[in-house]
């Protein structure tokens, strides 16, 4: 006599993948995920009425992004979700896991492919204050890069400077100049060949970032890796139907200065949480 596991149950075609940020750096992620995944369904959560996550403690955010995924998965039924926020992912992707049974696929500073990169072996780690304190950071540095200087920096100004330049509106160039100072006054950081974004708002002002620098540095993020872990993860799955769908916390007004930008990416619907 042979018994035999229950099969999977079967995928719907038009289940999304689930993208969760405290803002719109997300959508960074969402960029090289979707030139790998074109026909995937998409439904992508912004918690405005969380944002800035970076200033928030962890207890805060721990409580937080569990809660408010279990919520959204409720209402979509996703296949699979990102949170595409190095602050959430650094402290809540444990809980997460634990409370959601489906693939997370979480997002960290990508110090391993800078540390490929650099010459130097000396590494900035530019983030919000909430990532670049963590252990999670100091434990990818001692793995990837130990015979590296890392030099870190919380720079929060940068997340509502990259909100404001998705609404449209232009940042105060000193908000450059202050968050490349955090770095470059730090000693050894004459030697400094390489940054890590470590936010995922971050590769939307890099062009600004890079003005600031005023010399050749190597910018590195990983939506790119995420990207193939999210399409190694779906592989052989059939995707149909839903589009791309935009939903956030907080008033419905406040989706509004983001539409344009959201639209030229595809996103058709629009709902609060």
Same mark, same amino acid.
């Given at each position: ?141 001692? $793995? ?24 449209? $509106? ?92 959201? $639209? ?10």
């Amino acid at each position: 006599m042979t018994s035999s596991l229950p099969a999977e149950p079967a995928i719907a075609a038009d289940a999304p993948l689930l993208f969760f940020d405290s803002g719109v750096g997300g959508l960074t992620v969402l960029d090289a995920a979707r030139a790998l995944l074109p026909d995937a369904p998409i439904v992508y959560a912004a918690d405005f009425a969380g944002l800035p996550y970076g200033e928030k403690s962890e207890a805060e955010i721990a409580a937080r992004v569990p809660a408010l995924l279990g919520r959204l998965v409720e209402r979509y039924r996703p296949r699979l979700i990102t949170i595409a926020c190095n602050t959430a992912s650094t402290i809540a992707l444990p809980q997460v896991r634990a409370a959601l049974d489906l693939p997370i696929v979480g997002t960290v500073p990508a110090i391993k492919p800078a540390s490929e990169q650099s010459r130097s072996r000396v590494i900035a780690v530019l983030g919000t204050e909430a990532t670049v304190r963590q252990p999670y950071v100091t434990n990818l540095a001692r $793995e990837f890069a130990s015979d590296a200087t890392i030099l870190r920096f919380g720079a929060p100004e940068l997340v509502r400077a990259a909100e404001m330049k998705l609404r449209g $509106e232009v940042p105060d160039p000193a908000i450059f100049d202050r968050a490349v100072a955090g770095l470059v006054s730090q000693e050894r950081a004459v030697a400094i060949d390489t940054v890590v974004l470590a936010c995922t708002h971050f590769p939307l002002v890099q062009d600004e970032l890079a003005r600031a620098f005023g010399r050749p540095v190597t910018f590195v993020h990983g939506a790119e890796g995420i990207a193939r872990r999210i399409a190694y993860l779906t592989r052989g799955q059939s995707f149909v139907g839903n589009g791309l769908r935009f939903v956030a916390t907080g008033p419905a007004g406040d989706i509004v200065p983001y539409k344009p930008v959201l $639209e030229a990416r595809g996103f058709t619907s629009f709902d609060t949480l």
